[in-house]
């Protein structure tokens, strides 16, 4: 019998081998929850009173943490941390950890890859083809996308990478930064400014509660008639309504939604629904170089924490022991 035990909240690949290889080595337990949803995490949580939580989008709760009182790590299978209670596992003493560098080539590269998808309409043309559709003169008049700005909303690690990448293709570059960040060759901004001189608008922030729905109906009015809206960050960042009222009213000329809220999301509605929006289904960090190193290094966390040692990215400044 295993000495800890860890409960997985959920998971978005399709097999748990190399977490519970991990883990098994170090006389850890994976208890693999079958449904994200509270009272069934609460349960298992409490069942086998758990020494530790991995999760990947569930909602990691005060309830579900404080169904067993031995847990000392919620390690988030990714970056945000917006999905966990973060204030009730400090007051508590428990570590929270993750990623946060993971995916950033994954994520700048979707993102480009939707800019990409915005500028040349390529959803739009192959859904038209394959409805049997063949007429290159049926899209709006299209741009070449050198020679044109991005702006990057968050200078942060995949900001930076986003930046690097665009300006590689030609792109002119601006970018707001909460913390002054700054970098060779990107201009850094007031978002009024980048708002109204992008062509592309790339969110790249976090969802806490000072950014929730922060690109609402004030920012689309600012924006290019011309523009996309860009996200591959997270869904609550924007207002989605504002942004249906917004491409009604012509206000900008389409979006990109890696990210929703909440997901999945109402595709038969607006703005998810509107031909001039693409969604990708929370997609942007996959691949199998971003899962094997994320994966590995999160089952490594919990086993450093349960063994006494204070594991990589602690994100409450809290130490183990």
Known sequence: MAKYHVLLTDYAWEELEIEKKVLADNDVELIVSPSKDEQTLVELAQKHQVDAIMTNWALVTEKVISASPKVKIVARLGIGLDNIDIDYCTSKGILVTNTPDYCLTEVAEHTLALMFACARKVAMYHHDTMSGKYDLTAGPIMRRMEGQTLGIVGLGNIGMLLAQKAKCLGLNVLATSRSGKSMDGVKTVEMDELLAESDYVALLIPATPDTKKSIGAEQFKKMKPTAYLINTARGAIVDHDALAAALDAGELAGAALDVQDPEPCDLSVAPYN???????????????????????RVSRQVVDCLHGKTPENVRNGLTAG
Do not use: Y
């Open 274 to 296: 509107d031909p001039r929006v693409i969604i990708t289904p929370h997609a942007a960090f996959v691949s199998v170089e971003s899962l094997e190193n994320m994966r590995s």
